[in-house]
């Protein structure tokens, strides 16, 4: 082997922050005990795992297993006042989770958390007969619900700005009376609900579809083991740095065929941009060939990984456009805008409209990127830092949300492939 041919790598990645949220909600409504494996431990995870403590939960946490406690009835605590910190998924399910309890509980959250979006599902679980009230802004935290247990019925949702609020539904169908049915009318990032769906089936509750009404019958979950997969929307960002390095082999165990996350499908997005990819029943591998081509591509269902596109777009042979994304600008920060304002920062030109970024090739030059407290924004231009020297962060730290050791782990991949 030439001394220039980056070594392959295989990397043990985190685990889905978003299949860990899941899977605490169902942990604690469940019938037993339930042992998780592998779960992310991570800023948003300890947050979701402290709000069920706050709510008379029992969570027991050791590095690579915590257990679970369930209480079909819910919470044990009368009273709660929990804080969410960021965490979308803690800010969202775990009210929906009291909600089918018995008692007054408050949630809060962080500045950031604050201002993102929460009416659709503050409206649904009004219609349902949820006493909950916004305190300041309306769809805003803070919010206090007084449960009473949840009746079922039909309800109608919105769910084009998050698919978290289809999801808080779902997981909470099972714990009604009567069970839901939910009648859709928009619903953005459809992958994530087929997680929910699927995780729900291992948890012993059976959804059912006809058409945009989903079926969700009463019955509650039954405790179980469940294994926790890494993260697809964090190996995004170690796919793409093979993809930008000719000779680079990247390999994520744990992530094949059978994974539950949608956003693996970005490996499909650097396969069509020339990128040489190999996804087995067990894992997944990116080599880099030298080649980047542009494309325009519709990151409706993957949106998450629209940051990682965007900043490997400037090494691209021709424009990179990224289509029907507008659900991205109603994260922790518009990071549609974020990813347009850095790449401008670097020299790179772009163009935007309400739910597209195109971005052009050219040249780049190193410069502070603005994160806007962010963790996707940081790790995706840690890739850009691969071709570019002189990029910083004006707060790296925010990585801690999903994956507190992102830059050891990224330096290592670096030095392995000699970039």
């Known amino acids: 082997m030439p001394v220039d041919t980056p070594a392959p790598q295989s990397l043990s990645l985190p685990g889905s922050k ?29 947050g ?26 819910g919470p044990a605590a009368a009273e709660a006042d929990v804080y969410c910190r960021d965490g979308a998924t803690t800010a969202r399910f775990l009210p929906t989770l009291a909600a089918a309890g018995h008692g007054t509980y408050r949630f809060d959250a962080s500045p950031q958390m604050r201002r993102r979006p929460l009416l659709p599902l503050s409206r649904a679980l009004r219609d349902l007969g949820v006493d909950l009230r916004h305190e300041e802004a309306e769809g805003h935290h803070p919010l206090t619900v007084r449960a009473a247990g949840v009746e079922g019925g039909e309800v109608t949702l919105d769910a084009g700005q998050s698919s978290q609020y289809l999801t808080a539904l779902l997981l909470l169908g099972p714990l009604t009376r009567r069970g839901l049915r939910i009648r859709v009318t928009d619903l953005v990032s459809a992958p994530y609900v087929e997680i929910t769906l699927a995780m729900m089936r291992a948890f012993g509750a059976e959804v059912t579809r006809e058409g945009e009404i989903f079926v969700v019958p009463p019955g509650g979950y039954r405790a179980t083991t469940y294994a926790i997969e890494p993260d697809a ?43 040489e990819v190999s996804v087995r029943a067990d894992a997944t591998t990116v080599r880099g060939t030298g080649e980047l081509r542009g494309l325009t591509v519709n990151m409706r269902d993957i949106s998450d990984t629209m940051p990682t596109l965007a900043a490997i777009a400037p090494f691209a042979s021709s424009p990179v ?4 994304v507008a659900n991205t600008r109603v994260k922790e920060c518009d990071r549609l805008e974020a990813c347009a304002e850095n790449l401008r920062r670097l020299g790179v030109g772009v163009a935007t409209g309400p739910d597209w970024i195109e971005i052009r090739p050219g040249a780049a030059t190193g410069a502070q990127v603005t994160s806007y407290g962010d963790h ?10 691969l071709r570019i020297p002189g990029i910083s962060f004006d707060d790296p730290g925010c ?13 290592e991949l670096r030095r392995g492939i000699g970039s």
């Open 18 to 46: 978003s299949i860990t949220a899941r899977a605490l909600f169902l942990a604690a409504a469940a019938d037993g005990v339930t042992t998780l494996v592998r779960p992310l431990r991570s800023d948003d995870t300890e």
């Open 48 to 73: 979701f795992a402290e709000g069920l403590v706050r709510l008379g939960y029992r969570v027991g946490r050791t590095p690579d297993v915590w257990q679970v406690d369930g209480r079909p009835q």
């Open 233 to 275: 929307s964090t190996a995004s960002y170690f796919f793409a740095a093979a993809a930008v390095t000719p000779g680079a082999e990247v390999t994520v165990p744990g992530l094949g065929t059978g994974a539950l996350q949608g956003d693996l499908g970005f490996v499909d997005v650097l396969r069509r941009m020339g990128a």
């Open 321 to 324: 456009r990224i289509e029907d």
């Open 376 to 385: 996707r924004i940081v790790m995706s231009f840690a890739v850009t830092g």
């Open 399 to 411: 990585v801690r949300k999903t994956f507190p050791g992102f830059h050891e782990v990224f330096a």
